[in-house]
């Protein structure tokens, strides 16, 4: 082989072994269904222990998984079958009726087109017994849109948890469900659209401008509302009525989902994922509203982005960047993380899941071992992988 030919290749193979560092290991928490679609967050049973629910949109199952502590961490979970329901996208921990029993909220989209509530028992040791679970639909939900998120968060003040929802075409919108006096009264849910949407990815509560209350901030992914969006709580007194709407940016882009955070020290506020392969940074100065929007260049060869965290990977006191793909058959990963250097424009890639995978969903991060790093929760749903951890190596 030639001299002139022998160089190109020489370099092909350099370049794709600093991308082929070894992948995290991953553990099943459970792969018994089809389709697991996102994991949520909670400690439902007060062990210090962050416990998780998915939904699995092909299997129609809603499932909760109990966290059996860092010696059984990497075993499949104790796990329980909340709800049968079609096409669930979400699913998320709230104690709807402040009973202290954490019940689990599913949103549907497909023909279902429904919010539930699967209401969990009172007693902590029928928690994984699934007969002792029952499922009911908000009537004010019922064949109205495609639900795709819920965000539990006391609106107005008053008897308890209320549902911020988002959803996508048809009649895609963002608004809140108000809890009645007897939340059990499932047809006394009183339904507050606030912002016509496209397709909502991220609902997220954070108060953005600084009075004390809590702000929605959401991605909207379509259409010509699409973007990052901050609607901006206007008080417990004023909760039904037009809440203010500030367009932050990525307006010229298909926005995934979005973290937030506050560290002194981090470039950014707010990232955002975009299925068009750009990482959005958004920062400000002393302005509220008046965002600045940076993009970040992207690992090659992934699949396209959904989730992205800010995570401290290494332990190194720097803010790092780890997101997952969609569409990420026959790619190299579909699951990095990113390492910042000092140059804003170069971020130094490293692997987390390899090729094994297709279609992974929102990230959640967590001790799971207690090894004092953070291990990456995720669903995978194409190879149906399922409910799956991928072990930080760091220690």
């Not at 062990?47 to 939904?55: A, E, R, V």
């Not at 940074?281 to 992207?298: E, K, L, T, V």
Request: charged share 25%.
């Amino acid at each position: 082989m030639s001299r002139s030919l022998l160089l190109p290749l020489l370099w092909l193979f350099v370049s794709q072994s600093a991308f082929a560092a070894e992948p995290w290991t991953r553990h099943t928490i459970d792969d018994s269904s089809r389709g697991a679609d996102g994991v949520r967050v909670a400690d439902v049973n007060g062990d210090g222990l962050p416990d998780l629910t998915t939904g699995w949109e092909e299997g129609g199952k809603v499932r909760v998984y109990l966290n059996p502590g860092p010696e059984k961490a990497k075993e499949q979970w104790p796990a329980v079958t909340v709800g049968n329901v079609k096409s669930p996208e979400d699913a998320v921990f709230a104690d709807l009726d402040g009973d202290g029993a954490m019940d689990v909220v599913s949103s549907c989209e497909g023909s279902t087109q429904t919010v539930f509530v699967h209401w969990a028992p009172k007693s902590a040791d029928d928690y994984l017994k699934p007969d002792k679970w029952s499922t009911a639909a908000f009537p004010a939900t019922k064949k109205k849109t495609r639900w795709m998120f819920c965000l539990p968060m006391d609106v107005d003040g008053k008897n308890g948890i209320d549902l911020i929802l988002g959803s996508k075409q048809p009649n895609a919108v963002v608004g809140w469900l108000e809890s009645p006096s007897d939340p059990r009264k499932l047809r006394d849910w009183i339904w507050h659209p606030l912002y016509d949407a496209g397709w909502i990815m991220s609902l997220m509560k954070v108060d953005l401008t600084g009075d004390g209350r809590d702000d929605v901030l959401l991605t909207d992914r379509k259409g010509p509302t699409r973007g990052l969006v901050l609607l901006e709580h206007p008080g417990h007194e004023k909760a039904m009525e037009q809440w203010p709407i500030h367009r932050i940016g990525g307006n010229d882009h298909e926005v995934m989902f979005l973290d937030h955070q506050t560290s002194p020290k981090a470039r950014w506020e707010i990232i955002v994922s975009t299925k068009d392969n750009d990482l959005l940074g958004f920062s400000r100065d002393d302005q509220p509203h008046a965002w600045n929007q940076s993009a970040i260049p992207a690992a090659k060869n992934t699949g396209t982005m959904k989730s992205v965290r800010w995570i401290d990977v290494d332990l190194d006191g720097r803010q790092e960047l780890i997101y997952s793909c969609e569409n990420a058959n026959g790619k190299l990963s579909g699951l990095v993380w990113l390492e910042a250097t000092d140059d804003p424009a170069n971020w130094k890639r490293h692997e987390v899941s390899g090729p094994e995978g297709i279609k992974f969903d929102l990230l959640q991060l967590l001790d799971l071992d207690h090894d004092g790093d953070l291990d990456v929760v995720t669903c995978e749903e194409r190879k149906n992988l399922g409910v799956i951890w991928y072990e930080n190596p760091t220690r």
